[in-house]
């Protein structure tokens, strides 16, 4: 199982900007598809965004296509993902999972999660 640690989360205006981060420990972490998912109080789980192992596939969900941006390094087997323009209602905890799997935004399709990071949307 691969263990992830999310961070970068915290309190961000409107219009702001805030960078995650998901960190693993094992070098196979570049063999990973890593997905960024959030959930607020009282809603569902939503898939972000996700990224293949070798960079050449991203995807990213509709409420926050041309805001945020996945990245990777696997040098230092971190996966970033760059959030601008954010809004009150990207207020939620924010969680990064992996799979060795081809996999989209469904969060069933991952087997490895982290323990979340919070980001706060206010004025």
């Known amino acids: 199982q691969l263990q992830l640690v999310e961070s970068g989360g915290g309190l961000v205006q409107p219009g702001g900007s805030l960078r995650l981060s998901c960190a693993a420990s094992?070098?196979?972490?570049?063999?990973?598809?890593i997905g960024w998912f959030r959930q607020a109080p009282g809603k569902v789980r939503e898939g972000l965004s996700c990224i293949s192992p070798n960079s050449v596939r991203t995807k990213y969900g509709d409420s926050v296509k041309g805001r945020f941006t996945i990245s990777r390094d696997n040098a230092q087997n971190t996966v970033y993902l760059q959030m601008n323009s954010l809004k009150p209602e990207d207020t939620a905890t924010y969680y990064c999972?992996?799979?060795?799997?081809?996999?989209?935004?469904?969060?069933?399709?991952?087997?490895?999660w982290g323990q979340g990071t919070q980001v706060t949307v206010s004025s």
């Open positions: 094992d070098i196979t972490f570049q063999y990973y598809t």
């Open positions: 999972a992996a799979t060795r799997v081809v996999a989209g935004l469904g969060d069933y399709e991952y087997s490895d």
